[in-house]
């Protein structure tokens, strides 16, 4: 199970990407715009089609995991009920 979810990020490519800001940390809060970056990161149809590849992997592998323990789990209560009569 945590090999699927660590090939499951892997597939998704999860990262936060850094915020504009200037070089100093001392400067937290008084950012001018000449220090910030305005340019918007584009992200890459690719990289989307990869992401919601890897989110959808990512349900359906949860999906499975679900089903197969509630079908066990009611597999057993009835099986337990039935030898009880």
Known sequence: M?????IA?????WRKPARP???SPRNVGEWTDEEVDHEAVV???RQKAL???GLGAIAIFGGIMIAIVVSVSIAWIVTN???RL
């Open 51 to 53: 992401e919601t590849a």
């Open 21 to 23: 800001g200037p070089n």
């Open 9 to 13: 990020l892997l597939i998704v490519a």
């Open 2 to 6: 945590a090999g699927l979810a660590l």
């Open 43 to 45: 992200v890459s149809p």
């Open 81 to 83: 009920f039935l030898n």
